[in-house]
């Protein structure tokens, strides 16, 4: 959708799917946002105010709160994860990059608790390239592991309970997979538990 050089002051846009919409040059000066749909929308010239994407957000979760209590949870679950993702857009735009960046972390390991098989994925992706990394690093460092027993190994340090024989000689590289691989493993499962409590008793 083009709109380039549109006139957009004081329009009502509640609800409009302005999805990956070309507003170069638009003027959205005083326009009505809540609950339009700006995913990947490129907005060129003046920007949409800060404001607007709270009247946004506001509107995503009260409509998710309706349909929550009309029983119509995944359609209720799409407008809260939206709300989340235009969140984390005014955290971006107020330069605040701690909540932004853990925002990210939470929206690409969980999906804020609204695609939790992201986890099941991050948590392969972890055991699966440390796993790799053990294989190869045995090739020229002891213990010479077999891609099997590279696996076992991998899995067991994600949780944290590899730091024994034969990984506590100093110096052998494997350490530092380890310690990466168990500092992934607490924020992965610490990022599970969070977004599973707020699912089930967050509402």
């Avoid at 957000?57 to 998710?64: K, M, P, S, T």
């Avoid at 993702?85 to 929206?107: E, M, P």
């Avoid at 077999?146 to 110096?171: D, I, K, N, W, Y």
Wanted: net charge neutral; glycine share 8%.
């Amino acid at each position: 959708m083009l709109m380039a050089q549109a006139d957009l002051i004081g329009t009502h846009l509640e609800g409009a799917d302005l999805a990956f919409a070309h507003l170069k040059e638009a003027d959205l000066t005083w326009a009505y946002l809540g609950g339009a749909d700006l995913t990947g929308a490129h907005v060129e010239g003046k920007a949409i105010r800060l404001d607007e994407y709270q009247i946004a957000i506001r509107a995503n979760r009260q409509l998710a709160i309706a349909l929550l209590n009309q029983g119509l949870n995944e359609d209720a679950a799409r407008f809260a994860y939206r709300a989340q993702i235009l969140q984390r857009k005014v955290l971006w735009k107020q330069r605040d990059v701690g909540k932004w960046a853990f925002s990210l972390l939470l929206a690409l390991v969980a999906g804020y608790g609204y695609r939790m098989w992201r986890i099941l994925a991050a948590y392969l992706l972890v055991v699966l390239l440390c796993a790799a990394a053990y294989f190869v690093l045995g090739m020229y460092y002891e213990p010479h592991l077999s891609f099997l027993e590279a696996v076992l190994t991998s899995v067991t340090a994600f949780h944290g309970r590899v730091f024994s024989e034969p990984f506590l000689r100093p110096g052998e590289p494997q350490l530092w997979v380890t310690a990466f691989e168990a500092v992934m493993g607490l924020v992965i499962e610490g990022v599970f538990i969070a977004m599973l409590t707020q699912k089930f008793f967050g509402k």
